[in-house]
């Protein structure tokens, strides 16, 4: 059965919630991130400092020597989880399956709207900017893939409707960086084989993409053809991935100790990078002989799948709970609030940007697919003694 998906996202979210509060901002190069001192990233970037190549989760002292006059203003999460909520709710109330997959985007299935997708995805563009005065980029596919990049190639302010059908031709122009799954690695290792583009990629033999990527080369082959059957669920199914380890002789031994977090953080961050997750909040839980058990976590500034990343949290944690040589009964290690992995998409990475030919490809696919409702700017503003280890994996 054919489906209508629409895929949502806010426009440089935390910077405009902060444009709200002080009107001051607007135009003006800013981001919501870490202090340059404190080591911090960037959160949000304002589209004017992005001209200057300033991009979410770059150090903020790198984007202080690209742009001067750079305003750096401290999160203010609670405010954006308020803004948040409000624009959540009114899709909730519009559409019947909405999958919400990070503080500011969401996944509506509206293929019983006898309005038609491009038609809903307006009305409820210019509802949300008329309400909560914030702006929306929308795409609007017959499946997840392909909504998600339409909104990516229609940002900011944009509508971009894929019709059904030419799925693969609208992807074929663009970067294959844009495809969940590929990494800067994967990037680099199609590009010598001159695989740059998603059409590239959708061309190559099946026994070729095994060769170059591996048994993962066949579901990008999939991907890349702009085929995509997952189904948009109201919850997300995966609150939280754990792996814990009971041992058979309790372990009092710090190097053995290390070893083994670092072994169930791997296990961890695989399974989350199998499953295009990544998240905030990193726990460990530990059980002492006498069956005493505690948990603590924390959260780290951006969602993670990366094992070394994970490792880093539950080691801080493990040091804080832990005395040396005090036994060990059981070890576990887990991550939760997952969304989709914050990554910079490649669309808008600094190789392609210097791309020109992929960057006219763009544009061509913005003019061809950014719908005739696709207005900017002003236009739409009217209207662990070892017992013998058992390692369990948890998905919750
Ligand atoms: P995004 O939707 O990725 O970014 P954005 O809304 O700032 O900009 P745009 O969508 O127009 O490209 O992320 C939503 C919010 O999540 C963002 O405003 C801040 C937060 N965030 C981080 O804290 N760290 C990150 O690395 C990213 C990418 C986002
Ligand atoms: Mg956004
Ligand atoms: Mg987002």
Redesign the pocket.
Known sequence: MKRTILHV????????VEELRDPELIGKPFV??GSAEGRG?????S?AARKYGIR??MPTARALTLCRDLIVLP?RHRI?GEHSRQVMKLLRDSAPVVEQI????AFLDVSDDPRGGPQVALELKNEIRERFKLTT?WGVASNKLVAKIAT?VG??DGLVVVPHGEEAAFLAPLPVGMLWGVGPKTQVRLAEHGVRTIGDLAGMSESNLERLIGEHGLDLATKAKGTDERPVTDERETHSMSSERTFELDIADSNELKSILLQLCGNVGQRLRKEELAGETVKIKLRWPDFTTLTRQTKL???TNQDGEIYQAAMRLFKRVWREGRPVRLLGVGVSDLGPP???LAL?SQAWEQDRRLLRAIDEIRARYGSSALQRGGALKRKYKRRSSREENDVS
Request: net charge negative; glycine share 2%.
């Open positions: 996202d806010l426009d440089a979210f935390f910077c405009s919501v991130g990233v960037i959160s949000s970037a589209y979410s989760a999160a954006y990070s503080i500011d985007e980029s990516e940002k900011p500034e951006q969602p914050v990554r910079q808008f």
